[in-house]
């Protein structure tokens, strides 16, 4: 139960920014600047999701659910303390001076996680980045996953605060965020990770490396399914500088799009 539940809370949690993913360059090229703005407070995400996912690793391994024999992922991991039942457990995942994991991402640096007992309510997994770097790409900051969970659902709480991110061509972003995932499906089943449902709400804000500033606003929750990467449902809204830019997940189809709406116009991006 605690591998089952530690998992599915930790994979929550790397895509709990998911509503704010990152974007491609998109097939119908909008010209609009307002357009490129939103596609960057977008795609500033992606990086938080792979972060999340090195989190889920250590923590696995942490409660000692990781076999290092069939892992074929780089980097190394320790634990303080090492005793199986001994929380809270500090945690470095230390990639050095970089290796392919097997994501095909060059990481470099370490992630430090700090584990609770994350399956009990109440309980928390920090998140925190020294000198860590993903195909040229750098994050600093300090994520916080908080269970709030009742006995008819499971509710987690993410936090990121003081956020930064730079890439190889110069783009950056700094943000916080506030953002609640609440179990809609799969509850009673909590042995099988694979029919959870979540709905997400919440914020964030962020500045980009132009200065504008962007605060993205949850209005019907998104929907994530376990089941598949991508949110599939949901409406939020940016607001770019006072420019209102809405944006749409789909209509429960699993998949990497969305759309966009800005100066009346309706764009289609690619996650």
Known sequence: MQKQLLS????????????????????????????????????????????????????????????????????????????????????????????????????????ILTVGKIWEPNSEVSIEYDNYKEDGASLSGKFTLQNKSTQNAGIFVVLAENVQAADANGFSIAYGAVQTFTQTAGHPTWWDWADDVYGITGSISSVLTNGETVN????????????????????????????????????????????????????QITL
Do not use: H, M
């Not at 990152?22 to 609009?32: R, Y």
């Not at 005793?83 to 470099?108: L, Q, S, Y």
């Not at 376990?226 to 006072?242: E, F, I, Q, R």
């Open 8 to 111: 599915a809370l930790l994979l929550v949690s790397g895509i709990a920014l998911l509503a704010i993913t990152g974007c491609k360059k998109d097939d119908n090229a909008p010209t609009d600047p307002a357009v490129e703005s939103a596609k960057q407070a977008l795609r500033s995400q992606q990086l938080v999701n792979s972060s999340f996912g090195v989190a889920l690793r250590g923590a696995e391994k942490a409660n000692g659910l990781l076999d290092d024999s069939a892992d074929d992922r780089c980097g190394s991991i320790t634990i303080t303390p090492a005793a199986p039942n001994a929380f809270p457990k500090v945690i470095a995942v230390d990639f050095g001076t970089g290796c392919t994991d097997n994501d095909g991402k060059f990481k470099a640096g370490k992630v």
């Open 216 to 267: 993205w606003t949850i209005q019907t929750p998104l929907v994530k399914a376990n089941n598949c990467y991508w949110v599939s449902a949901g409406t939020g809204l940016l607001d770019l500088n006072g420019l209102p830019v809405a944006v749409d997940y789909g209509d429960g189809t699993c998949d990497n799009k969305a759309t966009i709406t800005v100066n009346g116009q309706t764009y």
